[in-house]
């Protein structure tokens, strides 16, 4: 045994100590800097309102006539609204068509936000018509939206608006929404001037009331 050679293994384990400290030093700063890093910033898809009317074949049936109707007030793709309306009653032509008065927002609400949530939103595919979408109110208490194509018009009511109420929720996936809902005592949807079929009820048919409005809608993701 050579000389000095005893204190080779408190050699070896106090390098083995001293490299273990180093190491936990060296994950605690770099857990640390994680934990003082800013999370990052929700990417925001699309602010504006979407609200809904559906009518009945009977009470607590299906929903044979109904509106998903978006006001987009802000997209990456811009501003603009899209009427989408489906009736599938028996004894009725069928209908699934969308007035728009920005196409890229058409898409955009189609493909990116509307089918995320649920894949078969638009199948069969809603057919396209390019056309004018207006809104006038009765104070507080009503809303109407005129939808104008060369081939149709729209026109949808919601009536007695009552108190809005604030939701935050996540749908599905990684997708958050905020959003004021305001539910109606009524909704009323005409086509080509003349009532959609089916019977307004205020509950069933679909998520939400009969008849609502959701105003300053955002979702991000």
């Known amino acids: 045994m050579c000389p000095g050679s005893s204190s080779l293994p408190f050699i070896s384990h106090f390098r083995i100590a001293v490299l ?13 800097a994680q934990e003082q890093a800013p999370a990052p910033a929700p990417k925001v898809l699309v602010a504006g309102e979407n609200p809904t009317i559906r009518y009945l074949d009977k ?23 899209v009427c989408y309306v489906t009736v599938d009653a028996p004894g009725e032509e069928m209908l699934r068509f969308a007035i728009y008065d920005n196409k890229a927002v058409l898409d955009y609400v189609t493909t990116e936000l509307m089918s995320s949530l649920m894949k078969t939103f638009n199948e069969p595919p809603y057919a396209p018509e390019s056309g004018t979408i207006t809104q006038s109110n009765v104070g507080a208490t009503e809303r109407r939206e ?16 009552g108190q809005g109420t604030w939701v935050d929720m996540k749908p599905g996936g990684k997708t958050f929404m905020t959003f004021t809902m305001v539910p109606a005592a009524g909704g009323e949807i005409w086509i080509d001037g003349k009532q ?4 307004w009820y205020p509950s069933g048919g679909g998520i939400g009331t009969g008849a609502y409005l959701t105003v300053n809608e955002t979702w991000r993701r």
């Open 20 to 32: 273990s400290s180093l190491a936990a030093l060296f994950l605690n700063a770099a857990l640390y």
């Open 59 to 81: 009470e607590g049936g299906k929903a044979i006539s109904s509106v998903n109707f978006w006001r987009v007030h802000w997209s990456p793709v811009g501003a603009g609204a």
């Open 146 to 161: 005129t939808c104008k194509s060369d081939r149709h018009t729209v026109e949808l009511v919601w009536k007695g608006l």
């Open 196 to 199: 959609a079929p089916g019977t």
